[in-house]
């Protein structure tokens, strides 16, 4: 108000700026601790079980599959879209995706031991996983 303002001294001014301060300083120490956190979580929910992030080739669960180890054989007649997980490079980070398709899902996951392929070795060892050998002649890669 113009009473407040009329009794401001320069005292009270820095008693003021002091208290701004102090309250800016302990909710940027907060953000900080809940970003870390943030990231850990991140981490934790990209890189998934670590027993399955080293396996090639993962059955996703999708509204029409339970994915898993116990997943039949796929009929050549049967649509199957497969998915390679971007930087993060496990297939935990797509489950949310592929629980909302209505077809079979197989991810391609580069593994934790892989790190240092390039990208046509990449390419390359995917496509000596996913393909056996009586289709290799009927598979074309760009």
């Not at 002091?18 to 956190?37: I, N, V």
């Not at 669960?61 to 497969?82: L, Y």
Request: charged share 25%.
């Amino acid at each position: 108000t113009a009473q407040d303002i009329r009794t401001l001294t320069f005292a009270r001014l820095v008693e003021l700026t002091a208290q701004r301060e102090a309250a800016a300083s302990t909710s940027a120490t907060r953000s900080a601790q809940s970003d870390a956190a943030a990231g850990l979580r991140v981490f934790i929910r990209n890189f998934g079980d670590e027993k399955v992030a080293s396996e090639p080739l993962i059955y996703m669960s999708t509204m029409v599959s339970d994915g898993g180890d116990s997943e039949v054989p796929i009929d050549e007649s049967e649509r199957v879209m497969f998915l390679v997980p971007g930087l993060e490079g496990c297939a935990a980070a797509l489950e949310p995706l592929c629980r909302r398709l209505r077809l079979a899902v197989c991810a391609l996951q580069l593994g934790i031991e892989h790190r240092d392929l390039s990208l046509d070795g990449m390419v390359d060892r995917l496509h000596q996983v996913t393909s056996p050998p009586r289709y290799h002649s009927k598979i074309i890669l760009f």
